[in-house]
């Protein structure tokens, strides 16, 4: 399966679960690799017949900035199951970072692996 990835797609919301999170917007960053078989589009050189990665960025920049969860694990869910659903996507790796989150580590977060139901 081939795949198509964002990388380091970074977008502010409100998470967390103490007081002080809730009261500021947080920057995280996503990473997405996603199953996509790209011989169509490579053969017909048409946008059309490709995974847009600027649609899949676009659409969870707009709902994470909307959101408000306490969990990371809740949010890399919901954002899966937006491109899972709503792209012609079989296979989603979202991987989820939260930088600053704890004191000495570059970033915390989850990385979560989905296929799209049958």
Known sequence: MDKVFIEGLEIDALIGIYDWERRIRQTLVFDLEMGF????????DNIEHTLNYKAVSNRLQEYVRASDFGLVETLAERCAEIVLQEFDVQWLRLKLSKPGAVRGARAVGVIIERERAL
């Open 37 to 44: 078989d790209n011989r169509r589009p490579a053969a017909t």
